[in-house]
């Protein structure tokens, strides 16, 4: 057991290694979302299963607070509310989910940040489409070579990982430091 735990954890810090070189588009990602929440705009926030989590994390702490006392800023994941997931599941398809709330949410100048381990979550890519129709700036936090999804985004922080688990203690670490430069940069607002 020793061994199997050591081993996900060499793992583990093998991947924050490679995350650390990527400090420049963790550096624009959290620039972009600092200016459009000074400016009132939002961020929207989506994923499926453990993204989902993450979404609802990465909004919690924007609205709350990471480690200062500020504003709150406006962030939303589209993950949580029952009956609109389910409705639009129903009347359109699973695929519409996020989509459907990013036409209803977003305003030009606003922020969707799509999370996707595979990088080919269809209603994830059909979000980040939707909003790059509506002028809206597109993340990607994805997994692997950043599939399909990749090319629908501004700017895309591809973790290049096939194992899950990794790839998502990654975007939410990720995350972590752009909610903290973030609130850094909005503290004296």
């Given amino acids: 057991m020793e061994e199997k735990i050591r081993l996900v954890i060499g793992c583990h810090a093998s991947a924050a ?3 650390a070189d990527k400090w420049a588009v963790i550096a624009q990602i959290a620039s972009v979302v600092a200016g459009t929440l000074r400016k009132g705009g939002r961020v929207l926030v989506c994923g499926n299963g453990g993204s ?14 990471f480690k200062l006392e500020r504003r709150a800023l406006s962030a939303i994941a589209l993950t949580t509310d029952t009956s609109i997931l389910t409705s639009l599941s129903n009347d359109y398809s699973y695929d519409q989910v996020f989509a ?5 949410h977003g305003r030009p100048g606003d922020v ?3 999370l996707s381990t595979s990088g080919a979550s269809p209603n994830v890519l059909k979000a980040l489409q939707k909003a790059r129709e509506m002028r809206l700036t597109t993340v990607g936090l994805l997994g692997r070579d950043g599939g399909v999804i990749k090319p629908a985004c501004d700017m895309a922080l591809v973790i290049e990982n096939a194992d899950t688990p990794r790839v998502q203690e990654m975007h939410i ?9 973030v609130e850094a940069s909005l503290a004296s607002d």
């Avoid at 989902?52 to 607070?65: C, K, N, P, W």
């Avoid at 459907?100 to 209803?104: D, K, L």
């Avoid at 995350?175 to 903290?180: F, G, L």
């Fill in 100 to 104: 459907r709330q990013v036409e209803a």
């Fill in 17 to 19: 290694q490679a995350l």
């Fill in 112 to 114: 969707v940040i799509g």
């Fill in 52 to 65: 989902a989590a993450d979404s609802q994390h990465i909004a919690a702490e924007l609205v709350g607070r």
């Fill in 173 to 181: 670490l990720a995350a972590h430091i752009v909610c903290e430069l």
